[in-house]
């Protein structure tokens, strides 16, 4: 057949049904597809960090030997969340949904009056608990599935003569991992944000364990 036989071949009826139905069935597919995509984006909830508004509420203790300080404990509250624990009854460490450990060093003591105000960096790593926390086992605290590291700069104010204190300290996020809770999936805070913590605190004896309790809130800072 010549080149013009083949110009003035004629796409049969079959041909086209089966043409037609190919691109209808690409564009179904497609369409499938982009609901599947935007249903999984959608189903991932991330709870921000805003600006000047508390993210979080912590209960905690701590304990410090020489320049290392360990300061571990429990949410006690997180914004876009309606319970922070697993009942709606008992709540304390042993139903805590989230945990946390600051391992820091101490840079820097200043004592001025009674006052003594002690400078310290660190790592702050917030986890989601995966059974019952124990004050009396600091480790307990950190056996869940990490969701949230941060960079930690903490001064503390420590009136000597109450052995009361309290602290201000920043956090910048550096890691944040996709957790399930209840069947729907989180993210806690946005890789870079910042937010300012306070505790409120006494310190124990020296050398009785824990060092000390303390409890506080954390709120977004702008970058």
């Not at 921000?48 to 949410?75: C, D, H, K, M």
């Not at 101490?106 to 009056?113: E, I, M, P």
């Amino acid at each position: 057949m010549g080149v013009a036989g083949v110009l003035a071949t004629k796409v049969t009826p079959t041909r086209r049904f089966s043409m037609r139905a190919t691109i209808q069935v690409s564009l179904w597919l497609a369409t499938v597809v982009a609901l599947i995509t935007a249903t999984g984006a959608s189903a991932q909830i991330t709870l921000p960090i805003t600006e000047e508004r508390v993210a979080y509420e912590l209960i905690g203790e701590f304990n410090n030997s020489g320049t290392a300080s360990q300061q571990y404990g429990y949410l006690s509250s997180v914004t876009g969340l309606d319970n922070a624990f697993s009942t709606t009854t008992t709540k304390n460490e042993t139903t805590a949904l989230f945990t946390f450990v600051t391992n820091a060093t101490t840079f820097q003591v200043v004592n001025h009056g009674p006052f003594r105000i002690v400078d310290r960096t660190g790592t702050t790593t917030i986890y989601l608990n995966n059974g019952p926390s124990d004050f009396t086992n600091p480790a307990t605290f950190s056996q869940g599935m990490p969701i949230q590291v941060s960079n930690y700069r903490q001064q503390v104010i420590i009136n000597t003569l109450t052995n009361t204190f309290v602290t201000v300290h920043t956090n910048t996020v550096t890691d944040v991992e996709t957790f399930t809770l209840n069947g729907m999936e989180y993210r806690l805070g946005q890789l870079g944000k910042w937010f300012r913590t306070n505790y409120s605190g006494e310190a124990n004896t020296p050398g009785a364990v824990p060092s000390g309790w303390f409890a506080g809130t954390s709120t977004g800072s702008k970058n």
